[in-house]
């Protein structure tokens, strides 16, 4: 099979408190959750019709065969999450302080199974035929993860819409030089980035988004995306600058919502539409998911994202399933 969308890195469950603005040493109870930025932006893109696939590794116990369930059930391809014995199955605690405090308490110890992801295990041909490969930041932090992101990236060989995901978490890192490291060593393998301004920062040591998106082309990538939180979302190619405005919205928790924009981003580009309206439906997914308590069951439906995009005033754009018969490598749905 050759899949749409094939996404590589972090899972867990999420145990989200089912009391908004309460602290955790207060919280009595909880939703358990399918979590884990790669896995997000998988179910959010099958959300949109996407063939979808998720390479991944969880612990081999209760919690692993939760997350293989999940992501079958919300209909993303399992053929490559796989179990690592002596490890647990990663758990993240959230606090939920609307509209823009949500610490997390990741439990990733002593090592989470996602950065014991081996290049020699990897389908190659699946990943160089996928439409896209996302991966993220979170991947390089860790061997024998970070040398599997590497080889992935050489056999796909700068095909189009090669995506890291910036997704930088100072708490996986020994600091953010070293991050900003091993992201410059990325850069060249990769075609397109999205990251919010912190994540750009990291990236290239700029903050201003016009600088950081010029920035991440002169480090060879062809589509920077710079998302701006309350200003909106800025995306640059060599040979054009697109800004898409906020879209208004009560948050709950914002946590998901990055991820709901990632797997969208990915439904419009392979759709090959324009990048102003590709942009415009990946945030208006994303909105959609900031008034929900989760992450990956929040994603929306092509329905949901229409229906949003008519109420803000942008019209309709079309987020009908593909066909499901296999594509080329790099083949656009017209």
């Not at 749409?4 to 890195?9: L, P, Q, R, S």
């Not at 979302?233 to 697109?242: F, G, I, K, S």
């Not at 990632?262 to 580009?269: D, E, I, K, N, Q």
Request: hydrophobic residues 45%; negative net charge.
């Amino acid at each position: 099979m050759t899949f749409d969308v094939i996404t590589m890195g972090r899972v867990g469950v999420d145990l989200y408190p089912l009391q908004i603005g309460v602290g955790l040493e207060d919280v009595t109870s909880f939703g358990k959750f399918l979590g884990g930025s790669a896995t997000n932006v998988a179910v959010a893109a099958a959300r949109h019709g996407r063939r979808v696939a998720v390479i991944t590794r969880t612990g081999d116990d209760p919690f692993g065969r939760y997350v293989r369930n999940e992501v079958r059930r919300l209909g993303v391809d399992d053929r490559y999450v796989s179990a690592v014995a002596d490890l647990p199955t990663p758990v993240t605690f959230c606090e939920i302080f609307p509209p823009d405090d949500f610490p997390l308490y990741f439990y990733r110890f002593p090592k989470a199974p996602d950065l014991v992801i081996n290049a020699e295990e990897l389908d190659l041909d699946a990943v160089r035929e996928a439409g896209v490969f996302w991966a993220t930041v979170t991947g390089l932090s860790a061997q024998p993860s970070r040398d599997a992101h590497h080889a992935a990236w050489a056999a796909r060989g700068r095909r189009p819409l090669t995506v890291l995901d910036l997704d930088y978490r100072p708490m996986f890192w020994p600091s953010r030089e070293a991050a900003r490291a091993e992201v410059a060593k990325a850069l060249p393998h990769v075609t397109v980035t999205v990251g919010n301004l912190d994540e750009c920062e990291t990236a290239v040591g700029e903050r201003e988004p016009m600088r950081a998106a010029e920035a991440l082309l002169d480090a060879g990538v062809e589509l920077a995306v710079v998302k701006q939180g309350p200003k909106g979302v800025l995306a640059r190619t060599r040979d054009e600058v697109v800004e898409v405005p906020p879209t208004p919205v009560d948050v709950v928790n914002g946590l998901g919502a990055g991820d709901g924009f990632g797997g969208a981003l990915c439904h419009g580009l392979l759709a090959g539409w324009p990048l102003e309206q590709a942009l415009r439906y990946a945030n208006a997914a994303g909105a959609i998911v900031a008034p929900r308590l989760e992450c990956s069951t929040a994603m929306p439906t092509p329905a949901e994202v229409n229906a949003q995009l008519e109420d803000s005033g942008f019209g309709h754009s079309t987020g009908a399933a593909p066909s499901a018969r296999p594509k080329p490598a790099g083949a656009r749905d017209a």
